[in-house]
């Protein structure tokens, strides 16, 4: 069951994703939160609601998908969480993950561009599976992690590698307008192992990442447990899982998405997130 926001025009709705239609959930008694994501009841109402509205589909084509998190509270980021990814920089395996935030204004709808700032020369891809917190989570523990989950998207974590290495950390080159692609839809935790997904990044139709979410150093109900333990997660937070090995700064020579690039980041059972590179103005 693939979630989506979209808009035909008016005011941005929820609608359930079948192939190439969407079926509106406007008809439902209560509103979709991602809290309600985390009910296998609602979900089972949701099933039938399809079911009931789905002589109403719109065609996707004429929709406008939106980001499923269009403000998230936090967006918490895990660097260096595949083992692909820690061996292309020659790093050794981290004990814990490795935390860093980006800017919630970052977050950008499927189709939209990314605007390439004119002060940075280095601006990389990144797919990552983004995890959407469903429910409050406070020092929970690896068991209990998933039960907090409303659900799985894909995000584009658009790094400016200059501002990044010349600051010494993260946030500046994380987390310029538009550098957080998201989408194209938000699926249930109970419809994904979130622990063996195939993730890729395409630039211009080339394959520059593909890997498997197998090659976590730490799964998600380990991120989920590990991050509780230091602030509290809320409904609509969002944590980027890290990213697999591939990307454009630590190829040879460097391979950097530069005005005119198409950028799109693929994975298995989410669909594929697309966004064109385009120059400030």
Not at 217 to 224: K, P
Request: hydrophobic share 35%; glycine share 10%.
């Amino acid at each position: 069951m693939q979630f989506v926001r979209y808009t035909t025009g008016g005011t941005p709705e929820w609608g359930v994703r079948r192939d190439e239609e969407i079926v509106p959930l406007s008809g439902l008694r209560e509103d979709v939160t991602y809290q309600q994501l985390t009910d296998p009841g609602f979900l089972r109402v949701v099933e039938d609601a399809v079911d009931a509205m789905a002589d109403h589909a719109v065609p996707v084509a004429d929709a406008k998908l939106l980001a499923p998190v269009p403000r998230p509270g936090k967006i918490i980021c895990v660097g260096l969480n595949y083992h692909d990814h820690a061996e292309e920089q020659d790093e050794e395996i981290p004990e814990r993950p490795l935390l860093f935030g980006k800017s919630s204004t970052a977050v950008t709808n499927p189709g939209d561009p990314i605007v390439h700032p004119e002060e940075l020369d280095e601006v990389d891809f990144e797919v990552e599976l983004g995890v959407v917190i469903g429910r409050t989570a406070k020092d929970v523990s690896t068991e209990e992690a998933r039960e907090y989950v409303a659900g799985y998207t894909a995000v584009n974590d658009v790094s400016g590698r200059d501002a990044q290495f010349d600051d010494g950390q993260f946030f500046r080159g994380k987390s310029y307008d538009t550098f957080a692609p998201m989408g194209p839809t938000l699926v249930p935790d109970d419809r994904l192992d979130p622990g063996n997904l195939d993730v890729a990044c395409r630039v211009n139709g080339e394959t520059m990442q593909a890997s498997n979410t197998e090659e976590f150093i730490f799964g998600v109900e380990e991120v989920v447990s590990y991050i509780s333990g230091i602030t509290t997660l809320r409904p609509g937070d969002v944590i980027s899982t890290g990213t697999p090995g591939g990307v454009g700064i630590f190829r040879d020579p460097p391979e950097l998405l530069e005005p005119g690039d198409t950028v799109d980041v693929e994975i298995d059972g989410i669909g594929t997130l697309t966004n064109p590179v385009v120059a400030r103005d």
